[in-house]
């Protein structure tokens, strides 16, 4: 499993999640629980706005977490790691350690509520879950070698996701 390990670009996965979700909504859930697929449907009315927030809140995440790499003048190439040329600690880094896959995150829960089912939230936990195990875990390896006692006494500082 390890030969996995920052190989899979995060959008891909990300992509890979979404279509995962949109096919237990249309009908995949079958295989998680018997019966007609409207029946795990969510009609709450607002769920469409509750969706579009997510949506708008997760691309601002992304995009601010972006915009302080390209401040700090670092490599944002999530399969480089060992490029990075600077520890970015402020700003959202300072509440988040990774701020970009939260952004994502928030994206596929946004999909999710679109979707109205909540089934779709597997494709949210799949996503955490392999971002997490193929992409920040090593990833924080490498900034560990990186960047020593700065990279530590952040991590202690710092939460993973939030």
Known sequence: MAGLELKVPPPLVGLACALVMKGIALGGTEALAPGPA???????????????????????????????????????????????????????????????YLGMATLLLGWAAWLGTPWALAGVALFVAWITRFQIVPEERVLARLFGADFEAYRARVRRWI
């Open 38 to 100: 409207d029946a795990l449907s969510v009609g709450w009315p607002l769920l469409r706005v509750v969706a579009v927030a997510l949506v708008l809140a997760g691309l601002a995440i992304d995009v601010v977490g972006v915009l302080s790499f390209r401040r700090a003048r670092t490599t944002i190439n999530p399969l480089k790691p060992a490029n990075s040329s600077a520890l970015v600690t402020s700003g959202i880094y300072g509440l988040t350690r990774n701020p970009m």
